[in-house]
C-alpha cells in the first residue's frame, strides 16, 4: 500500500539511509516514479525477478544533510475516500509540495491533473 511506501521513505530519510527497498506493486513504482520525477527522491529502480521483486529508492539530501521530505499527509483512507474535482485541487504549502492523486488516467501529482482537468481520489500530500 502506498501508505507503507511513504512512511518508509520519511523514515529511511530521518535515520540517514543512503536507500530504502520496497516491495514491489504498481501503484508503489508510480508513486516512487512521480516522486523522483517531482525531485523528492533520486532514482527509481525495479530490482529482482518477478516473486520477490523490489523497488529500490535512492534518497535526495541538501548540502546540509537534510531530507528532501519534511512532512507528508495522509488524506485518503480505507475508511473515508477523499475525492476530489480538478477545481478544487489546491496548492500545497504554498507551492512547495504536491498533492498525490488517483485518476482514471494514473498516479498524477496535483499541478498535473489541474493542467489535464482530471479529478480524482486524493492519496496524500507531501512537502
Known amino acids: 500500500m502506498y501508505t507503507d511506501l511513504i512512511t518508509r521513505i520519511r523514515n529511511a530519510q530521518q535515520a540517514k539511509k543512503e536507500s530504502v527497498k520496497i516491495m514491489f506493486s504498481n ?31 535512492k534518497l535526495r539530501y541538501d548540502k546540509d544533510g537534510k531530507g528532501a521530505i519534511v512532512g507528508t499527509r495522509f488524506v485518503s483512507r480505507s475508511s473515508l475516500r477523499k475525492y476530489v ?27 498535473d491533473a489541474r493542467r489535464a482537468k482530471v479529478g480524482g481520489e486524493l492519496l496524500c500530500e507531501i512537502w
Not at 508510480?30 to 516473486?51: M, Q, T, Y
Not at 504549502?93 to 482514471?104: F, R
Request: aromatic share 6%.
Open 27 to 57: 501503484m508503489n513504482f508510480e508513486i516512487a516514479e512521480l516522486l523522483a520525477k517531482k525531485n523528492f527522491v533520486d532514482s527509481v529502480a525495479k530490482k529482482g525477478r518477478l516473486p520477490t521483486r523490489v523497488i529500490e529508492i
Open 85 to 111: 474535482g480538478y477545481r478544487d485541487l489546491r496548492e500545497v504549502k504554498q507551492g512547495y509540495g504536491i498533492a498525490i492523486l488517483s485518476t482514471p488516467k494514473g498516479i498524477m501529482a496535483g499541478s
